[in-house]
């Protein structure tokens, strides 16, 4: 399945949010970055295997390197980033293409490598099965404290609760965060064409209104996407974002979506990694971890895609 990260609303987003330019290959969304020196690097974001297959097939190759490699001529691109959205049980699929010269993996990557993929195709009694028995109480103990959900595909008030529990979340766990401005760009966007919302549980406290969490759903095809969230640090004991969750997968059923993509786990269960809080909560759900064959960078230019790489790691450092 093409994922939303290969429409042309993604490639609006993006080229709003800071990529400077983009280009389609073969259908296949290239983005291009600016970077020092007049120099760029581009990026293929999370291309699927089915994009790929022409370029993989012995007998029919499309010439897809050809072309990037063109284009990275016409941009003095120093590498691109080719992420393909595919099962590492998949990556024999590809290993051709990828042991092709200066193709090598990331250093880094942009998008989860490790997943986790909950089957919202059945019944809600079957969905709710598949959860661990704490994630279905806490689903209960948020509908006894009387939280409620509100979700909305506009910018406004909503978003404003999910941007100042999001900044709040990642500083919680030591996670840079994104500008406001993403959002509403994100909103603006992708809401516009029912692919984005954005959800807030609130409960009355002292009589108040108050938010407790929020998320971004993004809902494309037959796959809901939880792509960033944030909650409280006060009332925890409300459990307001099981029931968020629980919103939003009976909205995508709604919708006949047939799965649920938590979007980023910690990998085997690592307790320092940064997402280990979040990955504990998200499994409470069920699902089946999926790992990715996660990024590759076709390099065009050795010696400057060295020094790219020492100043990114001394930058995230």
Partial sequence: ????????????????????????????LVLQKQLPLRYSMLYMPMVALDQLAKEISADKP????????????????????????????????????????NIVKSFEEMQPEHTLILDISNNKSEILAQMKQKGRYNIKIA??????????????ELLDNFYALYRLTGSRHGITSRNSKYFEALLDI??????ARVYNAF????????????????FY??????????????????????????TAIDDAKAQNCTSYDFFGIAPNDDSKHPWSGVTRFKKQFGGE?????????????????????????????
């Fill in 1 to 28: 399945m093409i994922s939303i990260f290969q429409t042309h609303e993604w490639e609006q987003l993006k080229l709003k949010t800071g990529y400077q330019n983009s280009h389609w290959i073969d259908d296949i």
């Fill in 62 to 101: 499309t010439g897809l390197m050809e072309k990037i490699l063109e284009l990275s001529k016409e941009t003095n691109s120093i590498f691109c980033r080719l992420e393909i959205d595919g099962t590492i049980e998949k990556l024999a699929n590809v290993d051709l293409l990828l042991k092709r010269k």
């Fill in 143 to 156: 509908e006894k404290n009387k939280v409620f959900i509100e979700q909305s595909s506009a910018k406004g």
């Fill in 190 to 195: 992708l809401g516009k064409k029912g692919y």
């Fill in 203 to 218: 409960a009355m406290i002292e009589g108040k209104k108050t938010p407790l969490a929020a998320a971004i759903m993004l």
């Fill in 221 to 246: 095809k037959e796959r809901l996407t939880y792509l960033y969230g944030g909650s409280s640090n006060e009332h925890r004991g409300h459990m307001a974002p099981y029931l968020l969750h629980s």
């Fill in 289 to 317: 971890q999926v790992d990715l064959i996660g990024s590759y960078d076709i390099i065009f230019k050795p010696v400057e895609y060295q020094l790219f790489k020492i100043a990114e790691k001394l930058r995230r450092s």
